[in-house]
């Protein structure tokens, strides 16, 4: 069954010797629910890749330390910078600790993202889930990107209403007019 956008998802790395872009993996292109599940049933889960406050994590094949998941848009490339992501905004939550309940979360706003078909939809670029941990304070947040300002509403309520259902959450704003990644 094809989805009506086809996604990439990343791994992101924490090597502050490298640009940002140096320190990010395109894992899979994912055009059809077939190729989603078989993905997302055979990445490390965010709780077992991401720092525990006790111990840091590493990839065996690169010695790398993951730092994020990047599910966006085909075309479009997790950074501020990117042409349809230098306009727009994103909406954060933050989570430190039912990191099993978090997964769930980030899992299920990204299977929302792809099966629902309503306009305002398609003005998300993507989701991200950032390992937010320093020393032994455990912290995760997950972004919404979304591509214009003029959104702002709507995807407010779509992220606290019944879609995403994160209204339990403190939800954060961060335009990416200002803001620039070492590219």
């Not at 055009?31 to 490390?44: A, G, L, S």
């Amino acid at each position: 069954m094809e989805l009506s956008s086809k996604w990439s998802l990343y791994l992101h790395y924490k090597d502050l010797g490298k640009m940002y872009n140096d320190n990010i993996e395109k894992l899979m292109d994912i055009q059809d629910i077939e190729t989603f599940w078989k993905t997302f049933n055979n990445i490390p889960k965010i709780y077992d890749i991401f720092s525990d406050g006790t111990s840091v994590k590493k990839i065996k094949r690169t010695n790398a330390i993951p730092c994020a998941y990047s599910f966006f848009r085909d075309g479009v490339f997790p950074c501020w910078e990117d042409n349809k992501n230098k306009n727009g905004f994103e909406y954060s939550i933050k989570n430190s600790s039912n990191l099993q309940k978090f997964h769930e979360e980030w899992l299920n706003c990204i299977l929302y993202l792809i099966g629902d078909t309503d306009e305002i939809f398609s003005h998300i670029n993507g989701i991200r889930v950032v390992d937010c941990t320093k020393y032994n304070s455990v912290l995760y947040r997950m972004e919404i990107w979304v591509d214009e300002e003029k959104y702002k509403a709507e995807i407010e309520e779509l992220i606290k209403g019944d879609n995403f259902n994160l209204g339990e959450y403190k939800l954060l704003y961060r335009t990416h007019k200002n803001i620039k990644e070492t590219v």
